[in-house]
Nanobody, 125 residues
């Protein structure tokens, strides 16, 4: 089992940047593929980005491609989401998630077994 704790959310103006972090504890972090999801009030949870266990493969939602970058540091048991050129529509609660590693990309929430509590990102216009 792995425990996940997000940090780095906050209030930022449109066009600004934030870097989210997700710290993992428990079993070996490199055993997991990691993902970021977000959920805005009244909307369904949506995929944002994912990264394979070794960091070689990354995947992004079309809405964030070119603006967000997912990365990980297995030595620090952490995954990150660098968010640039933020827009008001990026406002949401952001959660990181972990799934047992495999060769397939994971962009569905049901593919992830472990979730953090989330961190709020608010982008003002």
């Amino acid at each position: 089992q792995v425990q996940l704790v997000e940090s780095g959310g906050g209030l930022v103006q449109a066009g600004g940047s934030l870097r989210l972090s997700c710290a993992a504890s428990g079993r070996t972090f490199s055993s997991y593929d990691m993902g970021w999801f977000r959920q805005a009030p009244g909307k369904e949870r949506e995929f944002v980005a994912a990264i394979s266990w070794g960091g070689a493969r990354t995947y992004y939602a079309n809405s964030v491609k070119g603006r967000f970058t997912i990365s990980r540091d297995n030595a620090k048991n952490s995954v990150y989401l660098q968010m640039n050129s933020l827009k008001p529509e990026d406002t949401a609660g952001y959660s990181c998630a972990a799934a047992a590693r495999s060769l397939s990309p994971k962009m569905g929430a049901l593919e992830y077994a472990y979730w953090g509590q989330g961190t709020q990102v608010t982008v003002s216009s």
